[in-house]
């Protein structure tokens, strides 16, 4: 028993708030690439590296800007935006995880927390004194959420997601699975050759529509608390150390690291792999290039990075790291050339 | 009450496709390096570097190939390949997972689910609505395994494991503590300074015989799945963005990022902590060196790298970095004095 | 109903061995920044940097050097080291993770496993054959511990944790969330294209006083234990490979990724991104930089780096990578010129 959505085009035009080009009663029930899509699913363009794709496609119908929708000689959704009409249209032909309420009885729920009668708890999830889930929540199931923990409305938190005590995550949040929310931070002073823990008194606040992705780690503070900002898009494993703060609608790519009482602004980019030192502050709309290695803040929008050297065969990066390291040397040995040239002149 | 496994060289031999050198009666009851082996216990000898250890070895029996057996006074196994016999002699040891079947009172099975007989879910394990569990498949314990989704035959979840929805492992598997399989891909659309969120429609299909390491993660596809195909070996905590697509035989060691499409050929093997760009090709049978940035596609077989520039202390580290800020001034300079000295001369 | 923990100066003093300035009965709540405090609580000054908040801070108490003591007006507990006597004091204001003793009715704790009766074992954990809980240590929840693992005196496994089967670990150590003790290393011998998998039957000794972070991984040895000493420190995300050893009081960052077989010395500290390469040995009190790419042993104490060009803007980057790729040949040329000057001359 499968559902599948179906969906008229003029009732995917007036969604989308895009114009018909061909037949409103046609009926959509999927979605595609171009390359792939069968005669009853929608597709779109949007990068132009896919424009080859077009005049052969089957699609039934297709996303296009009113340029490329007059080339095009088969059924079309005309809009400013195709690829926000796809971000749009793909919740449309999503599954969801499901519609159910209550607490399932292998949960397990103490006497001093509150589930909202309209969130779900599901099998095998633990929810702790003074925990707080509420309307439209829902634990997937094998989740701990943590004393004193809040799962906000319409927030999801897929299955084995952590929550510690004293963790705050808005509302229409997605957690993914093996995401961590308010562990320990790296604290500790060192004493007699030995490590004297601090503990980590803060905790996590994140703020409402914000994505986190699977075996993520956002640590509590140390004193006050770890910020993820609203909008925020977290991939998967990232490390968020103990009062990071992050702004408003930054995205972060898989692997990012971000050390200490780092701050982010609002509106950046960080690609896969880059790690931040800690104690920086970050400026708005700063966009940081893929594994780039950030030590000194950051005051102005733009790109930045510090990172990769370009792949290349070994043998010929053997040669080039070699002399990586003379590079010092060089530079004194140019100067001194120069020098003698111009006297030789 | 310790059930310690043991055989006759002559069992062994038989196993391992050696010859004997020795007495084919002699009892191994264990597996060790050369340096720490006991009497009963069976070594090998694979690593050139490791042959000064041979002489004075107290192994029962050391497989060699036959040069190395010609030299040594002891009992041997000799074969073709001592590593490969160490690596077959290694699963004769194991203790396994145990030999359950059927499903812990504590696990949620969902009625439409299906669970062979010879299967076992194990404690607090969940197995969501439409999931198939095939016969010889083991879920250890703490398993979220979403709906719709499949484990084939004779493959293992360890604790904690998490496939979401719509995730189908192949026959024969072994998936690690904490791995995700099947979170959502990293896929939003921007609208005025806002992330619009891309459903991921698509899903995660593994083949047979893949190894998949601890709080690994791999995400479910946009549009179409991300493939991961038979014989493929992942390392611990790596991450692989959607509608990637690993080819047969290739192992990814740990801390490895994959983007969005890229595509990794058959038979190639990554080196700790590299990352790749998205919606690259990468050949068959290439091998990419540790932490190398991958940002272009690779079309030839072979050994590339792309980073690590050697270690050196931090002073001389510091110096080097800072001249190669000066590198393209340096070039410019290089080719004006050779211009300079050509004229001179 | 919250519980406040209060105490006064004289008895702060006490017990962080401090000297008294102002009111011994002056009552303090809690533990804040120089910046953040109110009345009623303590803070401290370490980094100079902070100095500057001294002047104005609200706070009943600041933690201080007989130096700093006596420039401040205000009440003051003086000690040689206020960093130590913060993480002392930190201590003292933890609400910890509960005090129950007992297992849970929904955790599930095999026959032949041993749980101290002063031990507790949280909901929905699982504890398999032949493990050991001992006296005063605590599974928060959804946590599993595999066969024949034991769970050292006092020590903490928060919500989500794995052991796997054979994994011990000692005495007041702290586990963070989704952390893998266990895995099977990644070891596999290339026989006709495909891999054989090389059963990982060694285990992991983890030592007393040790403290390991939010996903981290820990494999089990190939043959021989993985072996973390005492006093040991991981953070986030940390990739610890089959067999290696970490000396007593090492304290490494997050995403750091180790590989197999190498030894690292006692009091050394990793920075954040790190790797390490296998079969290594790195000294006691080696400090390495963060994103470092260890290749070689290390056989000195010091600072060591091999990582990080310094963040610039993308265009200077660019100008500067191509010429990377150029470094042999300018390095040629300079020589060449060097000669026909030095002829010219």
Known sequence: MISVKQYT???????????????????????????????????????????????ETKAGAVMLTPDMAEKFSGQALVMANPYLGFAKASRLFEAGDGEQVGVHASAVVAE?????????VGPCSVVEDGAVIEAGARLLGNCFVGRDSRVGKGTVLKGNVTLCHGVSVGERCIIHSGA????????????????????????????????????????????????????????????????????????IAANVGISGSTKIGSGCTIAGGSGLAGHL??????????????TKSITSAGEW?????GTMPVKEWRKNTVRFRQLDDMARRLKALEKAVDQNS
């Open 180 to 251: 961590v929310l308010g562990s320990d931070g790296f604290g500790f002073a060192r004493a007699a050759g030995e490590w004297v823990k601090i503990a980590q008194l803060g905790g996590v606040v994140v703020g409402n529509d914000v994505e986190i992705g699977a075996n993520t780690t956002i640590d509590r503070g140390a004193l006050g608390n770890t910020v993820i900002a609203d909008g925020v898009k977290l991939d998967n494993l990232i490390q968020i150390a103990h009062n990071v703060e992050i702004g408003k609608n930054t995205a």
């Open 112 to 120: 001093t927390a509150t589930v909202d009668p309209q969130a779900w």
């Open 9 to 55: 085009l003029s009732e995917l035009a007036e969604f989308l708030q895009a114009e018909i080009k061909g037949n409103p009663d046609c009926v959509i029930s999927g979605l595609s690439t171009l390359q792939d899509a069968t005669e009853g699913q929608l597709s779109f363009l949007a990068n132009p590296a896919y424009e080859k794709y077009l005049s």
């Open 281 to 294: 502050t970050i400026a708005d709309n700063v966009h940081i290039a893929g594994m780039a290695m950030i």
């Open 305 to 309: 990075s510090s990172a990769g050297i």
